[in-house]
């Protein structure tokens, strides 16, 4: 059997990567200002495609932009922070804080 995907991953900061499945887990983040680590990520299963018609069959989450920075004179975007899923994914922050819950 053989399997595609990728996976969806945000750091503590909330820059937005994606990596191929069968790539390393990254544990910081990928821009080069930035050492947050990797707090969240939710794996996306293309194999049998990502519709069914229309619907969205894969398990991609469609991300909430948090913050957009953008070139005052061309508009174009600088950078953009996500917020974290907080009931979908696996998300490092909302196991500890369950973790801490139960304590």
Do not use: F
Not at 17 to 42: L, S
Request: hydrophobic share 20%; charged share 35%.
């Amino acid at each position: 059997m053989s399997y595609e995907g990728y996976v969806q991953y945000l750091c503590k900061a909330g820059h937005y990567q994606e990596r191929d499945c069968m790539q390393d887990t990254p544990t910081k983040c990928c821009r080069g200002d930035c050492y947050e680590p990797i707090v969240w990520w939710n794996g996306v299963d293309i194999t049998n495609g990502s519709y069914e018609g229309r619907k969205r069959i894969d398990g991609y989450i469609k991300l909430k932009e948090k913050t957009r920075r953008e070139c005052g004179e061309c508009n174009s975007v600088l950078e953009i922070t996500y917020e974290i899923p907080r009931k979908k994914g696996y998300s490092v922050i909302e196991e500890m804080r369950k973790e801490l819950e139960n304590a």
